[in-house]
């Protein structure tokens, strides 16, 4: 591994005393809106298949277009500082969709409403925690470790920043006087450029367009039954393993491997003579798939692998985080004259630590006492304490693998087994303790997901030299105003695929006592221009005589609807034959398990600390555990082209090492001038691309509901590169295409030393 590189020798690209405008209301307005929008297309993006992808630099290309395109018609251009307030400001939509798709919809899965006031009220607070709690740990994170926590997002963003920075830019970063800084400007933004339009069209090509199939697999049958390989070949997730290197998208590359070719062929091997189901399974393991064991067993230990990694990652950081809170502290004894009177640096200031302490007090007392959240005191100290743990955690991961590949779910997972055992040790167990639950999980989802994108963007502006305190202000903004608009739109989604399922076809002679239901409600859409009528609201919570969930009931107590929401709902069509788009939002569903089998003493503790236990083997084998259990809970389909493009990178280093250029390079050297190469510009228009093609996937699924059919259809029976015997062989021959393609720009010309 490199050696850090020391703060003091570190200069960025647009040095402390230069004074550029940076957060102008052109850019934060452009920011707002753009998180808005990409906060949107994630939301539907985490509903529809449980992932979403870093909006930042996407953000970053659009808004350095949008600024050039503005110019052209007589505005000012942009600087390079107000760009990366742009994108700093609308990154912070996509980590609160992420936050509200995986947790919000758990609440409708559990039989509850989904109320608007509770969504915007946990992805403002959570968003909002996620941004303070990093604040003091930005010296720890971003500045003292620069050398060992690459950001691989962040990093690549402040390439595509300076890449296209302007003459002003340029001339303040001292470019100006070098004759060939135009051109080096020119070459880089090309290769950025080339590799984001390469990345856009591949993607949409492959997904949207149905090109090749995207994700290529082969089943293992006897001896290895059910073991599997696959690999989403995406030109994003390419790019994110060329940028974090070898030997991190190796170790987790390795967790993928354990999980596909070990655990799932071992439970596959001892269940097969088994003739009733293994708890949690409900069917039996010899009928299962790979993605069922996986579903029902492997998640479980991973989850208990990455929460002990995660615990090994606090402990080992408490030292640097220390220091770091102790400064804070110490500053806010001082108080901000310092910052005032000019003394700290223009790209070291931070919000002062008297509003960071002021802000979390703050968000914990509305935690406590906000009716929507059901939230009491131990829920909120819960919450600062899993928030802080995990925000670190989600910090150094985002550092070390991106966070495209950062697991907050896992996290996710290991609050709510954490807050369920708290909640279970008290007594407070069965269906009215799982919304606060629910929102103990949900506050710290989203603040840890907020953690990391504001960590990438912090690592952005460090390398660019923006001002951390405006960043922060920035997305902050950015956070609030995207939590205002995704609420109502995660519930227009649902609202739209709910289905009013008559009695009749579920539980005909179901009943209950009326008089003890206080709720009432209509039918909406379609369905109540034929029932306008005004039903009871019944949360059934058990499985007893019909299923569990949300129903209408009438005056004398008898079942007249089960409300089937358009998340996770199992009805696809209306009484009257029309059909409704559903969304599986596979991570509520998983959080949804969870509650309940703690809540209602259903977990499955043995795979938990099966999970541990591997976590606890590797780090007595110097191994860190917590990249490696990211492996184990992650698809192998998502680790297997990272460890594509770490080995590309170590192959082209490997290469370029032996160059005359590099013989009198020390190894902080050589890592420095390979972050800096071509292969690191191509993978950021690679990941920008690839990115930015989710809002086009999201828009062809959602909306063109009938082209997006009738492409499936087509090439399910015409082409041979998505459907048919040979569809996975040829399905790599294009991802072999952009592969060769980054090692062959990231290759680089011997320079004869004089």
């Known amino acids: 591994m490199a050696k850090e590189m020391s703060p003091s ?21 452009m920011g707002v809106i753009l998180g808005m929008i990409f906060g949107a297309s994630s939301l539907y993006l985490v509903l529809k298949v449980g992932l979403t992808v870093s909006a930042s630099i996407p953000v970053s290309v659009i808004a350095i277009t949008l600024f050039r395109l503005f110019n052209k018609f007589g505005a000012k251009d942009s600087t390079i500082l107000e760009n990366s307030i742009t994108q700093t400001a609308g990154s912070a939509g996509e980590s609160l969709a992420f936050g509200l798709g995986v947790t919000m919809p758990a609440i409708m899965i559990l039989g509850f409403d989904l109320e608007i006031s509770r969504v915007m009220l946990v992805g403002c607070l959570g968003g909002l925690l996620g941004i303070l709690l990093m604040i003091p740990m930005r010296r720890t994170m971003i500045v003292e470790n620069h050398g060992a926590l690459k950001y691989p997002e962040g990093t ?20 100006a006087s070098d004759p060939h800084a135009q051109d080096d400007a020119n070459k880089r933004a090309r290769i950025i450029f080339s590799g984001f339009g390469l ?54 590359a390795a967790g993928g491997v354990m999980s596909y070719l070990l655990l799932i062929p071992i439970i596959k091997f001892f269940g097969d003579a ?53 400064a804070g ?25 008297k509003w960071v302490v002021i802000g979390a007090l703050a968000i914990i007392a509305i935690i406590t006492f906000a009716a929507p959240l059901h939230m009491n005191l131990l829920g909120a100290l819960l ?59 949900a506050i710290v989802c989203i603040a840890c997901s907020n953690a990391g994108t504001t960590s990438q963007d912090l690592k952005t502006g460090f390398l660019v030299g923006s001002t951390p305190k405006l960043q922060q202000y920035a997305i902050l903004a950015g956070a609030l ?87 996770n709902g199992a009805y696809k069509q209306r009484p009257d034959g029309t059909s409704v788009t559903k969304y599986d939002a596979p991570k509520a569903v998983l959080m949804s398990y969870i509650i309940k089998g703690i809540l209602d003493r259903q977990l499955p503790w043995t795979l938990v600390l099966f999970g541990v236990m591997i976590a606890v083997v590797l780090e007595m084998a110097g191994i860190p555990s917590l990249a490696f259990a990211v492996g184990v809970y992650l698809p192998l389909s998502s680790s297997a082209p990272l460890f594509v493009g770490g080995m590309i990178r170590w192959l082209v280093d490997r290469r370029n090492n032996k160059l005359d250029q590099y013989k009198n390079l020390n190894e902080e050297e050589m890592q420095a001038a390979g972050d800096r190469s071509s292969g690191v510009l191509l993978s950021s228009g690679y990941i920008a691309g690839g990115a930015l093609a ?31 015997a040979h569809a996975d062989g040829l399905s790599l021959i294009p991802y072999a295409v952009i592969a060769i393609l980054l090692y062959w720009v990231a290759r680089e010309k011997n320079m004869k030393q004089p």
């Open 9 to 29: 020798t570190f200069k960025p690209y647009i040095p402390a005393s230069a004074n550029l405008p940076e957060m102008t209301p052109r850019a934060l307005i």
């Open 156 to 175: 690549a963003c402040a390439e595509v920043l300076k890449a296209a920075a302007t003459d002003s830019s340029r001339e303040a970063a001292g470019e």
């Open 694 to 724: 989710g809002i086009v996937i999201a828009f062809t699924a959602g909306i063109l509901t009938d082209f997006d059919k009738a492409i499936g259809d087509w090439s399910t029976a015409h082409n041979p590169f998505f459907e048919g």
């Open 383 to 441: 919450i600062l304490v899993f928030g802080f743990l995990f925000s670190t955690v989600s910090s150094r991961l985002t550092g070390e693998i991106g966070s495209s590949s950062n697991p907050i779910s896992g996290m996710t997972v290991a609050t709510l087994l954490f807050t369920c055992l708290v909640f279970l040790l008290m007594g407070w167990t069965g269906g009215k303790y799982y919304v606060t639950a629910l929102s103990v999980g």
């Open 274 to 326: 088994l003739s009733v189901p293994v708890s949690p399974g409900t069917m039996l393991i010899k009928d299962m798939s790979p993605h069922d064991i996986r579903s029902a067993y492997v998640l479980y230990i991973g989850a208990g692998a990455v929460a002990t990694g995660g615990l090994v990652s606090l402990v080992r950081a408490m030292p640097t985080i220390w220091r770091s809170m102790s």
């Open 329 to 353: 502290i110490s500053g806010l004894k001082k108080g901000a004259d310092s910052i005032t009177s000019g003394a700290v640096l223009r790209t070291d200031q931070d919000i002062p630590m």
């Open 481 to 567: 105003s995207s939590a205002l608009i995704l609420g109502p739109i995660l519930l227009k989604l649902n609202d739209a695929g709910t289905v009013y399922v008559p009695a009749a076809q579920v539980a005909p002679t179901l009943t209950t006592d009326a008089s003890t239901l206080t709720e009432t409600a209509q039918l909406q859409g379609p369905q109540a221009e034929q029932d306008n009528a005004t039903y009871h609201v019944w949360h059934k919570n058990d499985a007893v005589g019909a299923p569990a969930g949300k129903y209408l009931v009438n005056d004398a107590g008898k079942v007249a609807y089960l409300v089937d929401p358009g998340i």
């Open 199 to 252: 990345g856009l069209l591949y993607k949409i090509a492959n997904v949207a367009l149905k090109g090749w199939k995207d994700t290529p697999e082969t089943v293992f049958g006897p001896p290895l039954a059910s073991g599997s390989i696959g690999a989403e070949v995406s030109p994003e997730l390419l790019g994110v393993g060329y940028i974090i290197g070898p030997r991190i998208a190796s170790v987790m």
